[in-house]
């Protein structure tokens, strides 16, 4: 207190250097995993119309775009599939020579010191859409565990590094943790989306992975977003089930959810800057109502502060040029 009656807290902001003595938080490029959409097909470097800047890739432009990737910083990726075939069993998600084990593998061969993280959910790869097996319009448990078993370890014989499995059911990680044990496979870390809300940011997501939802909604399985004592129930019998990290999935709605997690956890902790938050973002840019770098910074920024260690966003690249200037 001075003499006045009040404490001067303008005094560690008064220079950039002192700011930065003092500042609690910071991004940086280990922090970063960044998405990638792997398409069938060849010479395709196509634009996802609702996320300028995202681009659906097929195999043969994959080195390149992984070794700029690297040459900024980044040094993970989460690989999302988008086939050609859809069946009902989504049998795209669990073959050999799936679109998402060909990419696994051209990467861990062309530039093995990048982490890849596969993305273990049936519902690009399934025709009506859904995470799971569908019978009369529910999508079924149990019998959906087995396939995400299957995929789980063809992506693991691949080469991924990660298995994180995305798709809500009951049990997916004991399930895939077990499957992954009996297969050696004991040492791959399951990132595991424990906490995943039925949202409407994953809109453009749904666009660029070609996974809507034919019938229907996902609200049988994703959580309800105005639940918080539920986010707890998910993570705590994830982290029973054996799962190595916690992701919560949105990020900039729940930073409540985070701080929680975080605090309850001793786990990483991971927030997933989805689709339609990068959208927003960059359509406000795109007309120039917002400055996209200090948004993307700050928003970042918080998302650490509300306990994240790492973040998946598409805007990773951008991300790591602006902490290379
Ligand atoms: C697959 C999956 C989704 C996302 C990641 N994995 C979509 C969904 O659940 O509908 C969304 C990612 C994003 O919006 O960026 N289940």
Not at 53 to 64: A, C, K, Q, R
Not at 221 to 246: K, T, V, W
Not at 295 to 307: F, Y
């Amino acid at each position: 207190m001075n003499s006045n009656g009040f404490k001067r807290h303008r005094r560690l902001r008064r220079t950039e250097s002192l700011r930065a003595l003092v500042r609690e938080t910071k991004v940086t490029k280990d922090d970063l995993i960044y998405p990638i959409f792997v398409v069938e097909g060849e010479g395709i470097k196509k634009e996802v119309a609702s996320m300028p800047g995202v681009f659906h890739i097929s195999l043969d432009y994959l080195t390149e775009e992984m070794k700029g990737l690297e040459a900024k910083g980044i040094r993970s990726v989460i690989v999302f599939g988008v086939p050609h075939e859809k069946d009902s069993q989504g049998s795209q998600a669990y073959c050999e020579h799936g679109i998402v084990q060909e990419a696994i593998r051209k990467i861990k061969k062309d530039i093995p010191a990048l982490t890849v993280i596969a993305d273990t959910c049936l519902c690009q790869y399934t025709d009506h859409g859904h995470c799971g097996l569908v019978e009369n319009g529910e999508v079924l448990n149990d019998p959906s565990l087995e396939l995400l078993v299957k995929t789980a370890i063809s992506q693991a014989e691949a080469g991924a590094d990660i298995i994180a499995p995305s798709n809500m059911m009951d049990g997916f990680v004991a399930a895939i943790r077990e499957g992954l044990d009996e297969a050696g496979y004991s040492q791959i870390p399951i990132m595991s989306y424990a906490v995943k809300y039925a949202s409407a940011f994953y809109g453009p997501f749904r666009d660029a992975a070609h996974s809507s939802p034919q019938f229907g909604d996902r609200r049988a399985y994703q959580m309800d977003p105005a639940n918080r004592l539920e986010a707890m129930r998910e993570a705590e019998s994830d982290i029973e089930e054996g799962a190595d990290f916690l992701i919560v999935k949105p990020a900039l709605s729940y930073m409540d959810i985070m701080r929680e997690v975080k605090d309850r956890f001793n786990a990483p902790l991971v927030a997933y800057n989805v689709s339609g938050e990068y959208s927003m973002i960059k359509a406000a840019a795109m007309n120039g109502w917002v400055n996209e770098q200090e948004i993307v910074m700050e928003k970042l920024t918080s998302m650490k502060r509300a306990g994240a260690d790492l973040i998946i966003t598409y805007f990773a690249k951008d991300v790591a040029d602006w902490l290379n200037e």
